[in-house]
């Protein structure tokens, strides 16, 4: 039986850089026994019933730490990139993969950055009344109290955040 490998779990706010740094760490890895789960893809496909009640986010990651769980139990190292506001969303993950191969990633970046960063315009639909209970502004996003690792997407470029990353899987010997 092969080893179950750690699930990254990448946490924040839209724009601070989840999906773009579990792309460039992915990259970095450079296998074949790796995967990304991302947010936005898994609510177009598995997801794409769910709303955005609190009720409905929660269920989607639930469904995220599911398939999680099942790559990482066939071995497979798995990059998810889930906004998962509630930290109460977060530790039900924790609990259905493990916390021995769970591995929270909190992409700290200022509201005002990650606002800056609107490529998708959700911040100025947001603002205009389009988007109701929107993480950030109308509905809360609870910050990770004891993450593994706190990477300030707004302080650090993509290159130093990878390499943090990278650094802490080398430690914790989750790869060479």
């Known amino acids: 039986m092969q080893n ?3 699930v990254l779990w990448f946490t924040g706010l839209s724009g601070s850089g ?3 740094l579990s792309q460039a760490v992915y990259k970095k890895l450079n296998t074949s026994k790796a995967t990304i ?3 936005d893809v898994l609510r177009k496909g598995l ?3 769910l709303g955005f009640s609190k009720e409905d986010r929660s269920e989607n990651i639930r469904r995220a730490g599911e398939v999680a769980k099942l790559f990482s139990d066939a071995g497979v190292l798995t990059l998810a990139a ?3 506001p509630m930290s109460s969303d977060r530790n039900t993950a924790r609990e259905l993969i493990g916390a021995d191969r769970f591995v929270e990633i909190y992409c700290k970046c200022s509201f005002d950055t990650c606002e800056s960063r609107d490529i998708k315009g959700l911040y100025k639909k947001a603002r205009a009344g389009e988007l ?3 993480i950030g502004l109308d509905a809360i996003y609870e910050e990770p109290k004891s993450p593994e690792l706190i990477i300030e997407t707004d302080q650090l470029s993509i290159e130093e955040s ?3 990353i990278i650094e802490f899987l080398k430690e914790k010997e989750f790869v060479n």
């Open 4 to 6: 179950k490998a750690p």
């Open 47 to 49: 997801c794409k019933d």
């Open 162 to 164: 990878t390499k943090l």
């Open 37 to 39: 789960i991302d947010g």
């Open 18 to 20: 989840k999906s773009t």
């Open 132 to 134: 109701k209970n929107f």
């Open 82 to 84: 889930f906004m998962s």
